[in-house]
């Protein structure tokens, strides 16, 4: 039976109460605007008693309110299965769509920051899973990903499983990160894991995917080598690819969700200032490839700086440190 999301509102937090389908988004933009209009009148209300600038504050608290992400209950027909309180990226539904057809193996490819390993732990929380991540960069053997044989005090080896087996095993979702900059032979030994439903440990002994094993990817290239941006990725052979034929997403920069998560940093109204900053650099690192990354690590990063007091040009400054003054140039700095 597929799994499907329900957005309940917060009664406390949001005026409508109830519970909604996915309208969600647009139904707080409805709101904010209401939020916006009443403030206006307010002020001119309260202009006489009130300061504006205690107006203001209380009506940036109201709309930081109104903004934050709601709880998502993941139902399997009248079960709920999970839920999610934080507000997950907008292509989660995507993923689960994909989990719904049936895959279980996953692969996301999207640039540094835009929420691939986020996504990836609001599966698990969704489907109230177990979630392991391994890094597949340099260094990472197939020993890191199937476990080792140790000495034991009495000279005996005993297999010690991984986190990979270990959810392999018992269920969960593992995330295997920067799918792209992994070493040729580890990616042979995971082929054989992702297609036949086995796997061997270095033992030889076998064990059996569990039927709620999801094994996503995460990867800033299509796995066909590196391009500009990502220079030292590696080319991921057809048949690695093809364990997630129609079941590769591409993830882009949520910039609702940045939009929600500045406004609950309730910056006074910089934030607009801030978001519209981010999104120009964006822009201007595609139109002029450089190999440059503003992601939503770094409108978050920001939101907390500037909730501490910095402004934005000290976030700029502190963003352009290694910058050379042709890339600031690209960019409009
Ligand atoms: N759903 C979300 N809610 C809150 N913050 C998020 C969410 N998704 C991403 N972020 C923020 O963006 C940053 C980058 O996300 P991450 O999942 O690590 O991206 P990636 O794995 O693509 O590099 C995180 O550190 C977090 O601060
Ligand atoms: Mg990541």
Redesign the pocket.
Known sequence: MALLPTYCAQPKKLPSGGCEMSGATSNERQQLKVFELLAEQLQEHLRSTVDEETVHKIVDERIAQARLPRPIEIRQGETVVGRLD????AQFEQLLELVNEGHRNILMV?P????????AK?LAQALSLDFGFLSLSAGISETHLFGRTLPQADGSWQYKPSRFVEVYVKGGVFLLDEFDAADANVMVAINAALANGVLANPNGQIHERHAKCYVLA?ANTWGRGGDHQYVGRNQLDAATLDRFVLSTMH?EYDTD?ERD?VAAANLDGKGDELLEWVSGVRERITRSRLRRIA???LV?NAAAAMKAGRDLSQVKARYFLDWSADEKAKVGE
């Open positions: 934080e507000r997950p990226h999207g540094a920051g835009c929420g691939k390993t986020t996504l609001s995460a993830i969700l998560l992601s939503t690590r978050v």
